[in-house]
């Protein structure tokens, strides 16, 4: 490699022989004066900042065209930031090389509004790709999707075509195919946006549960009822910043009154009012 | 390396598999491109065989001078007969020119004219294999000869036909590069549509983390097997319509332009199913980059 050419992405979060112990203390994300505009009139995001820890549960919400999934599109460099840094794992997405994106997306599981499903796909051909990328054996492969469409309770259902499916068999397609590499981080952009309000709340039930297990969760919605199904942190994107709402429960009202300030950037002041997810799994 | 073939061909075929009512559509639409470009190439092949036929004569005549012996005559007729590259010799005396020449009787001033009026030769057919150097040399080694007046190689009449066949290649050729460039805009086009119906397929594999390589193996191996089938295709098309249409002009056209008519060569064939390969592969290839979103 050229010196001073920034390195492929390598999480120091799995073991292995790059592993760093100190990696686990690191935040897994962090949004760092984050500037990104379309058009120079218009920016998105406007210094946002941002700071998320490993194992928990965020809301990110705001109105049509706050930049909710801008934010997650900067995560997964589908767009690159204008200004700031924003660090996965401790490493700056905004300087991964174009080869080292895919090694950053193998690390992270995206579910979209529109599932993004490969129609003529078998169930298991579309969560299997997320594997057969990473050269894992047909073998391992079978069991692992076999075991993902348990999870997620499409069990039996590999051999149907994606496009016979509903709407919400569908995101849980999505959401298998999310999970089954198991990554440090799952992002979700509206992913219930095209769901009646049950299935939903079923939806969100299915990332309650895979945040169970310890992985992060990113759910971007604009839909406030699911923000009041249970105590979540919620960040809202407002005028280009992030801003924590207190408490997960009521946001309806804490939202309505959030004013937008530098001064309430980060997960800290989240941190103060509730205990951690990790927080909480670490007691449990 | 073996895994990643195996890898590539396994999706190439799932894919193929998967949307197998595009893939034979796109092959159609390449086949019915490349049928022209075979079409093409079939007129310039059969020209040019013309060409070949009628640009050399393939015969010379030897005009002897006045008052040549009979015995100096049987001298250069077995002197000729001996040349290597010449296949026949045949000698006309100034009584047999003059019969052939007013053989009708209608030219009544030709009729007039003596038996001297017409000079004696002998005329020489040259083998197919002698190339023109050859029969320059030989003609001039007989011009030096005592008994020879001139020597007419209807050279000038070759050359101009020679020229007319050579601009009707020249043209064919032309033709066949305009039709190449539609085939190219077709097949090209063609795999881009089929690779803008599979976009999602090639958003998702970028977002689930595949790399460029990843992704682009096995569409340029289904746009390399379209592009060949196409044109495999097209040939096969136009040899059962050689063969159909041969059988009732092949003997008019020998009697016509002096050779039958001939279907491409194993290496135009050749060429065209490579070309398919080439073209399908290169257009995926492109394609791709331009599909790329995510």
Redesign the interface.
Known sequence: MAPGRPSPFRPALRAGQRFDASASNRPILVFDNVYKSYRADKPVLRGTCLTIERGEFVFITGPSGAGKSTMLRLL?R?ETVDDGRILFLGRDIARLT??SV??????VG?VFQDF??????SVY??VA??L????IQERIIHTRVGEALERVGLAGRGQDRACVLSGGEQQRVAIA?AIV?EPALILADEPTGNLDPLLATDILGLFEDIHETGTTVIFATHDRTLLDVRPRRVVVLDEGKAVDVPNGLNVEQDYDQVETSDELPTGAHYEEALPTPTERLAVA | MKAETMSTASRAWRGGRADWKLHLLSSFSSAVAFVCLASALLVVFNLDSVRERWARSGRATIFLREGTSEEAVTDLRRALEQTPGIQAVRYISQADARHEVIADKTESALAALPVEAFPASIEIEVASTTSDAEIASITEKIGKLAPVESIETYQRYTDKLKSLLHAGVAASLVLALVVLAAVVSVVASTVRLALQRRKIEIEVLHLVGATEQYVRRPFVVEGCVQGAAGAAAAVILLGVLYLVVREHVADVLRVLIGVPPTFLPWYAVGGLVALGAILGATASHFSLKRLVTV
């Open positions: 997964y589908a174009a080869d895919p090694m950053l997306r193998r690390n995206i993004k499903l490969v129609p003529n796909w051909d579309n790709v997320t057969e990328v990473l050269g195919r590499g």
